[in-house]
C-alpha cells in the first residue's frame, strides 16, 4: 500500500449505529503515525477516564472563556454539555507534519470544513437502514423508544452525507478498512462523493432521488 500523506486533518462523522468508532480505531492501530485530537468537554469524567487521554475535562466558565479566545475549532451541545475540538492541538500535529483524526457528527465538520477548507470529510454509512436498525437492537442497551429516536436521528444525520469529501460504507469490518487506508493515502477515488457510482450506491442506502 502506498505510505500515508503528512500533516492532513481528517474528519469523520456518521450516524449512530454506522461502526464509526470502530473502523477509525481498527486503522488507527495499524497506523499508529495517525494522531487522535482530544477533544475538551464540560461533562463529568467517568470513573475510566483520565484527563488529557479520553477528553480534555473543563468547566463551564473554563469552555466559554476558550471560545471567546477562538481556541475552538468546532464545538457542540450534546444533552446539556459542551464539546470542542482544540484549534491549538490540532495546529501543532499539522505542523508537526502529523495526520490528524477527528471523530465528530456533521454539524462540526461543517464547522471545520469552513475554518479548514484543506480537511479531508469522511462520512461512515451503514449498508442500510434495516442494518442500522438490528444493530441498535443487538445492543440491547436502549429502550424501543430510545432506539426509535435514534433511528430518526440516523436517518437525519445520513441524509448529510453529500455534505463530505468521501463516504465509506460498513458492511463488512476489514475490507471497509482496506477502503479507508485508500482514501488516507490519496487513492479513494472509488469512494469519493464526485464518483456517481458511489453516489448512486449511497442513494440507494438512504433512499435518496438526488
Known amino acids: 500500500m502506498t505510505e500515508l500523506r503528512s500533516g492532513k486533518l481528517y474528519v469523520f462523522a456518521a450516524a449512530s449505529g454506522a461502526g464509526k468508532t470502530t473502523l477509525v480505531h481498527a486503522v488507527v492501530r495499524k497506523h499508529p503515525e495517525l494522531r487522535f485530537s482530544i477533544s475538551y468537554t464540560t461533562r463529568k ?3 475510566n477516564e483520565a484527563d ?3 477528553y480534555l475535562f473543563v468547566t463551564e466558565s473554563e469552555f466559554m472563556r476558550l471560545r471567546a479566545e477562538g ?3 468546532e464545538s457542540a451541545e450534546v444533552f446539556g454539555n459542551f464539546y470542542a475540538t482544540s ?3 490540532v495546529e501543532k500535529h499539522l505542523a508537526d507534519n502529523r495526520d490528524v483524526v477527528l471523530e465528530i457528527d456533521w454539524q462540526g ?3 471545520v470544513r469552513e475554518s479548514m477548507p484543506e480537511s479531508v470529510t469522511i462520512f461512515i454509512m451503514p449498508p442500510s437502514v434495516a442494518e442500522l436498525e438490528r444493530r441498535l437492537r443487538e445492543r440491547r442497551t436502549d429502550a424501543p423508544d430510545v432506539i426509535e429516536r435514534r433511528l430518526r436521528d ?3 444525520d445520513m441524509s448529510h452525507w453529500d455534505e463530505f469529501d468521501y463516504v465509506i460504507v460498513n458492511d463488512d469490518l476489514n475490507r471497509a478498512v482496506a477502503d479507508l487506508e485508500a482514501v488516507l493515502a490519496g487513492e479513494g477515488e472509488a469512494f469519493s462523493t464526485a464518483n ?3 453516489r448512486e450506491a449511497v442513494r440507494r442506502i438512504v433512499g ?3
Open 154 to 156: 440516523a436517518r437525519s
Open 196 to 198: 456517481e457510482a458511489l
Open 109 to 111: 465538520a461543517r464547522q
Open 52 to 54: 488529557g487521554v479520553d
Open 45 to 47: 469524567p467517568r470513573r
Open 208 to 210: 435518496d432521488d438526488r
Open 87 to 89: 484549534r491549538s492541538q
Open 71 to 73: 481556541e475552538l475549532l
